[in-house]
Nanobody, 122 residues
Framework: QVQLVESGGGLVEAGGSLLLSCVAS????????MGWFRRIPGNGRELVAL????????KYGDFAKGRFTVSRDLSRNAVSLQMTGLRIEDTAVYYC???????????????WGQGTQVTVSA
């Protein structure tokens, strides 16, 4: 069974930065896309960012544009999320995901990590 393991979450002040990382237990070249979703308490899961194999095609949630950067590294079977200008409303559990783009965006598939908590304080 594929495992995706996230790291890098934590507590940060508003305006600060965090780097989330995710490493897979198998070759991620087979993944159409890799990236991140998040779940805010009381809300559903929402797209943060996705990237294709060479980062030439990316997709971001509107709130992430200009502040977050997703990056895949095939040599490490990894994907990262650099977050800057963090806001209190970015507080959420962030999940790493990899798999077919249509399934992931449709909420029907992909491999998922367990999530890492990001808390942004005033």
């Amino acid at each position: 069974q594929v495992q995706l393991v996230e790291s890098g979450g934590g507590l940060v002040e508003a305006g600060g930065s965090l780097l989330l990382s995710c490493v897979a237990s198998e070759r991620t070249a087979v993944y159409d896309v890799m990236g991140w979703f998040r779940r805010i308490p009381g809300n559903g899961r929402e797209l943060v960012a996705l990237a294709n194999w060479d980062n030439s095609q990316t997709k971001y949630g509107d709130f992430a544009k200009g502040r977050f950067t997703v990056s895949r590294d095939l040599s490490r079977n990894a994907v990262s999320l650099q977050m800057t200008g963090l806001r209190i409303e970015d507080t959420a559990v962030y999940y790493c995901v990899g798999g077919p783009r249509t399934e992931i965006l449709g909420g029907m598939g992909g491999s998922w990590g367990q999530g890492t908590q990001v808390t942004v304080s005033a």
